[in-house]
């Protein structure tokens, strides 16, 4: 759903949409949909062993690339360095 689709939906332009949601949440509705997707990530990197070429399309990214950029820059760390770092805490205990 697009931004355009949500502010139509609730009687706002775009712009007013944005900056409502913003003051509401603290993000962007961009911002936040990555935040969310970055979440259900985070979920099957640590509990699933599906590769992270699935788990990027699971979680609605077009190609790879895409969600290791948003994923990194979103948690400061590649999905697959979290896995491991989580994998090797993990078995530590």
Avoid: W
């Avoid at 509990?47 to 609605?60: K, P, R």
């Avoid at 994923?71 to 078995?91: A, C, D, L, V, W």
């Amino acid at each position: 759903i697009s931004v355009k689709e949500m502010a139509e939906k609730y009687y706002y332009t775009p712009s007013h949409f944005i900056v409502r949601f913003k003051k509401h949440t603290g993000y962007t509705p961009q911002k936040y949909y990555n935040l969310c997707r970055m979440v259900k990530a985070r979920r099957l990197l640590l509990d699933t062993s599906l590769t992270l070429s699935v788990i990027s399309d699971m979680c609605g990214f077009s190609d790879l690339n895409s969600f290791v950029r948003c994923f990194r820059s979103t948690m400061n760390i590649t999905p697959g360095k979290f896995r491991e770092q989580s994998t090797s805490k993990y078995h530590e205990e």
